[in-house]
C-alpha cells in the first residue's frame, strides 16, 4: 500500500497522456486523488512496520505531512475538473499529467527515511511543477517559472552539498557512510562535529530556499501570482510542506546529536522572525491579490520555522500549523482563483465587490482571509496560539512579542487589500466575463473551509493523536 501511493498516480499521469480529449482527461484528477485519500486514511490508520532495510517507513511525522497532501490534492482535482472546463481552448495535458506526477513525488518524501531519496523526491516536485506554472503562456509566467526554477534548483543544489557532508562527516567518525535517517540518528553523537555543522547549514538554507523562508523566498510572489489558483494551492500547501518535512528530518538528527539542536532551533527562530518581518513589510497596500497570498505563505512558513525552532510546545503548535496552513491556503487560492476569471484581473484596482458578483467566491475568500490571519474560531487560531503561548512560557518573550506584533501588522495589511476587493460595487467601466459560481468551482473549497471550522472547534481524537506522537518524535514530552 505504501508503494501505491506512489505508483498509482503514475499510472494515473499515463493515463491522462494517452487520452486524447481535453474535456475528459480531467477526469483522471479526481479518480485518482480518491483512491489516493482512501489509501491515505488506511496507512494513517494502520501503516505497514519498516520495509528491510529501513528505506520505507510512513512515521508519523510522514503521516500528518501524507494527510494534509492527500486531502488538499483531492479537493484541487475536483476543483480542476470545473476549471479546466473554462480552459477548453488551451490543451490541459501538461497540467494533468504534472499535477500527478507531483502527487507521486510528494507521496514518496512522506514515505522514504533515506535522506538521498528524499532529495531525489523533492527535486521532482520541482521540476514536475515548474510547466504547470507556465500554464498561461505569456511573458510573465515564463518569468516566474524561470525564477522559480533558478532560486528553486540552486536551493536543491546546495541541500544536496548538505548531504555529501553529513554522509562524510560518518566516514570521518569511522562509520559506513550512510544517509538512512535511523543510523544516522544511532550515531549522531559521534558525527564528525565540523562536517555536522556544515551539513546542517546546508541542507537549512538548501530546503528553506524550497519552503520559501526569507530572505530565500524572491521565487514565491512571481511564481503564486501567475500560476493557476489550484495550481498555487499545491504549491503553498503541498511543496511547502515537503520541503519542511524534510527540515523535520534534519531537525531529528540534531536532536539525536544533543550539540547541534541548540543551534538549529536559534537559527529556525531567527529566520521565521525574518520571513513575517518580510511579509509584514510587503504586504502593505499590495495591490495584487495573488502576490498578497505569496507573502502570507512566506508568512507561514515564518510561523512553522518559530514553532519547531521554539521546541516543547511549540512543536505541536507547529505541526497542526502545517495541517491548517496548507488547508486554508487552498480555499484561498482556489476562491482567488475564481475571482481571477471572472474579473481578468488579479488587482484591486480593477477587482472590487466580489461578494456582489460572485457570492459564494467572494465570502469563501474573506472567510479565508479571516481563517489565515489567525482568528477563531478557525483551526489556525488554535495552532498560531499554541506557538505564542509556547515562546511566553518558555521565557522566550521577545519572540512572543515581536511574533504578536507581526500578526497585528500582517493582518492589517491584508485587510487593506480584501476588504475594498470584496465589498462595494463591482466596477461598471469593465465588461464582465462568461464566468460564475458553479458546484465543482466552489464546493471543493467550501468543503476545506467547513473542515478549518471542525478542526478548530473540535479536532478529531485521532488527529490529536498523531500530532502528539509526531510532536514526541521531535523531542516534546509524552
Not at 297 to 307: D, M, N, P
Not at 440 to 464: E, H, K, Y
Amino acid at each position: 500500500m505504501l508503494f501505491a501511493l506512489v505508483l498509482l498516480p503514475l499510472i494515473g499521469a499515463l493515463f491522462a497522456w494517452v487520452v486524447p480529449d481535453n474535456r475528459l482527461r480531467p477526469l483522471t484528477l479526481p479518480v485518482v486523488a480518491t483512491i489516493h485519500l482512501v489509501l491515505t486514511a488506511l496507512l494513517v490508520g494502520n501503516a505497514p512496520p519498516p520495509s528491510p532495510g529501513g528505506w520505507i517507513w510512513l512515521d508519523p511525522l510522514g503521516k500528518v505531512v501524507l494527510l494534509c497532501i492527500s486531502l488538499l490534492f483531492a479537493v484541487c482535482a475536483f476543483y480542476a475538473v470545473g476549471y479546466l472546463a473554462y480552459r477548453q481552448k488551451r490543451s490541459n495535458r501538461i497540467l494533468c499529467m504534472g499535477l500527478l506526477v507531483c502527487l507521486s513525488a510528494m507521496g514518496l518524501v512522506t514515505i522514504t527515511q533515506h535522506l538521498g531519496l528524499l532529495w531525489v523526491a523533492l527535486e521532482t516536485t520541482t521540476v514536475s511543477m515548474a510547466p504547470l506554472i507556465y500554464f498561461n503562456q505569456n511573458a510573465r509566467s515564463i518569468e516566474a517559472t524561470w525564477k522559480y526554477l533558478l532560486i528553486c534548483s540552486v536551493g536543491i543544489a546546495l541541500a544536496l552539498l548538505g548531504l555529501l557532508f553529513l554522509a562524510y562527516s560518518t566516514y570521518v567518525a569511522h562509520r559506513d557512510a550512510t544517509l538512512l535517517l535511523g543510523p544516522l540518528m544511532a550515531s549522531a553523537r559521534e558525527l564528525n562535529a565540523g562536517w555536522f555543522h556544515a551539513a546542517a547549514i546546508f541542507l537549512l538554507v538548501g530546503y528553506g530556499s524550497k519552503m520559501g523562508l526569507a530572505p530565500l523566498h524572491t521565487w514565491k510572489p512571481d511564481a503564486y501570482g501567475e500560476a493557476p489558483g489550484l495550481v498555487g494551492a499545491l504549491l503553498a500547501g503541498g511543496l511547502v510542506n515537503c520541503a519542511f518535512l524534510s527540515i523535520l528530518r534534519v531537525y531529528q538528527i540534531c536532536l539525536a546529536s544533543g550539540t547541534e539542536i541548540h543551534f538549529f532551533q536559534q537559527t529556525l527562530v531567527g529566520m521565521g522572525l525574518v520571513s513575517m518581518a518580510f511579509a509584514a513589510v510587503f504586504m502593505a497596500h499590495q495591490s495584487d491579490f495573488k502576490r498578497m497570498l505569496a507573502y502570507s505563505s512566506v508568512e507561514h512558513v515564518g510561523i512553522l520555522a518559530i514553532g519547531l525552532g521554539l521546541g516543547k510546545g511549540g512543536l505541536y503548535g507547529a505541526l497542526f500549523h502545517l495541517l491548517n496552513n496548507g488547508l486554508t491556503k487552498g480555499v484561498l487560492f482556489l476562491s482567488s482563483g475564481n475571482i481571477h476569471r471572472s474579473y481578468s484581473n488579479k488587482t484591486t484596482d480593477v477587482v472590487k465587490g466580489a461578494l456582489t458578483r460572485l457570492p459564494w467566491s467572494g465570502g469563501l475568500f474573506l472567510a479565508g482571509f479571516i481563517a489565515i490571519t489567525g482568528s477563531p474560531p478557525f483551526s489556525p487560531f488554535i495552532s498560531e496560539y499554541t506557538i505564542v503561548s509556547s515562546a511566553f512560557i518558555e521565557g522566550r518573550h521577545l519572540v512572543g512579542w515581536l511574533f504578536l506584533l507581526f500578526l497585528v501588522i500582517v493582518f492589517i495589511g491584508m485587510a487593506l487589500t480584501v476588504l475594498p476587493m470584496v465589498m462595494g460595487a463591482p466596477p461598471t467601466d469593465t465588461e464582465p466575463t462568461d464566468y460564475e459560481d458553479r458546484l465543482l468551482t466552489v464546493g471543493p473549497p467550501f468543503f476545506m473551509m467547513a473542515v478549518i471550522l471542525v478542526l478548530g472547534i473540535w479536532p478529531p481524537g485521532f488527529l490529536v493523536t498523531l500530532l502528539k506522537d509526531g510532536a514526541v518524535m521531535l523531542g516534546a514530552q509524552p
